[in-house]
């Protein structure tokens, strides 16, 4: 049968991925996402026709701003009530941020580090001899909307969660090294953050373009990691990746034998120097935490939340409010640690986006707060190292060191401002 005609009028969205805005136009901030083929009712247009006010789409918890160009109606947007936008925004101030040159991105010398035999460093457990000889391998993954739920991440031995410019949207990177994925991604492009992580692990950074400042730091890296950018090295997607489809944000994957198919062909497949993460039984000190929330932006769905699964003896993933799979297996994420690392989040003079959003200098090397979650326990801390192939370690107040669980970790990265709740 027909579908019936709403008694009110309705828009439908045409795009994969829509944003809504605080007001009839891109100068006001977004607030929300919508995804092709949701319906919403409209409550009004602005004087030109070519915006629509709907009411209410989840995660917005007010009436929105939608593009008229990219969604249908079912009645003439004429025959709508006008209805005015807030004020427009006061332009903010132009950000005083240090351009690349006036950054030290120096890497930290390489520590000389034993290569693994036995252990996995990044996960503690045993690790086939078969990948004593291979390096671990990075791939930057994106986390859009559209993107979920990814393919392959909850077979990487470390997780890494990251915002990017604009403090609206986070990223992921994937390391890998102790277990295959046949499927991984959707790829997307770096960010500088990587250019530290393909150094802190030892490892080959494998992502999908770059803006310029960041591909010339990643391009330029002393040979302290190699790194494989898709637009450059593979544009065809024929031998690192594949294309499913034709939207830009999720179309390129790839999977481990294509990983190792890079590293052989450029002669840089090898044992990393590395010093890995300490393992080990429960802490003295830890206070109860089954349930976490990390308050990354609701605007883009990116909210995070654990819960301890004490019979499996892991913490179970949810994102923007909804539980969080692996597109391979349909299950839930589930890892064994929970690591939140502060860091500052400083804004460099690289452009990433049409925008006008600079990117974020994020360095994983040093010293700052963390918090560990393991066996539904919470221990309060500090992070630190500062040597490449040298993966942090973790204090409490007292200096003794917070062993992490052996199994798969999941580090969010968050503003020194961040509160993370949990009980």
Not at 15 to 25: D, F, Q, S, V, Y
Not at 304 to 314: F, I, W
Not at 339 to 349: A, D, S
Not at 380 to 408: C, H, M, Q
Request: proline share 8%.
């Amino acid at each position: 049968p027909d579908t019936p005609t709403p008694a009110y009028p309705e828009a439908v969205v045409l795009t994969e991925t829509l944003n809504l805005r605080a007001g009839p136009g891109t100068v006001y901030g977004i607030v929300g996402q919508v995804l092709a083929g949701q319906r919403f009712r409209i409550t009004a247009r602005n004087e030109a026709s070519d915006w629509l006010k709907i009411c209410c789409p989840a995660g917005a918890n007010r009436e929105s701003w939608i593009s008229a160009d990219f969604a249908q109606s079912n009645l003439p947007p004429s025959s709508l009530p006008v209805a005015q936008g807030p004020p427009t925004p006061t332009p903010t101030a132009t950000i005083d941020a240090p351009t690349i040159d006036e950054v030290d991105l120096t890497l930290p010398a390489q520590g000389g580090f034993d290569s693994p035999s036995g252990v996995n460093p990044l996960t503690g457990q045993p690790l086939e001899a078969a990948r004593w000889g291979l390096r671990p391998v990075i791939v930057c993954v994106n986390n859009d909307i559209a993107a979920r739920p990814q393919y392959g991440i909850s077979q990487a031995d470390v997780m890494y969660e990251f915002l990017m410019e604009g403090l609206s949207l986070t990223r992921f990177s994937a390391v890998y090294y102790g277990a295959d994925s046949e499927v991984i991604g959707p790829v997307r492009s770096a960010r500088l953050l990587n250019y530290y992580l393909g150094a802190l692990y030892d490892a080959g950074l494998f992502c999908s373009g770059a803006s310029d400042g960041v591909r010339y730091q990643l391009k330029n890296n002393n040979t302290l990691f190699p790194y494989l950018d898709l637009d450059l090295d593979d544009p065809e997607s024929t031998r690192y990746a594949r294309s499913v489809g034709n939207d830009y944000r999720t179309r390129l994957r790839t999977s481990s034998e294509k990983l190792r198919l890079w590293l052989a062909d450029w002669a840089v497949e090898r044992a990393p120097s590395i010093q890995g993460f300490t393992f080990g039984g429960s802490a003295a000190g830890g206070v109860s935490a089954n349930s976490i929330r990390i308050p990354y932006p609701s605007v883009t769905a990116s909210q995070v939340a654990y819960h301890y699964d004490a019979g499996s003896g892991r913490y179970l993933r949810s994102l923007g409010g909804v539980v969080h799979r692996d597109s391979n297996s349909g299950q839930q994420i589930a890892v064994e640690n929970v690591i939140v690392q502060y860091m500052l989040h400083t804004p460099v003079n690289i452009v990433e986006d049409a925008y006008g959003n600079l990117s974020l200098l994020i360095n994983p090397f040093g010293a700052g707060r963390s918090i560990i979650f393991r066996d539904g326990l919470a221990y309060e801390g500090t992070w630190r190292n500062d040597r490449s192939g040298e993966l942090p370690r973790f204090f409490a107040a007292d200096g003794v060191e917070i062993p992490l669980k052996p199994g798969r970790s999941w580090i969010s990265i968050v503003p020194l401002s961040y509160a993370i709740a949990y009980e």
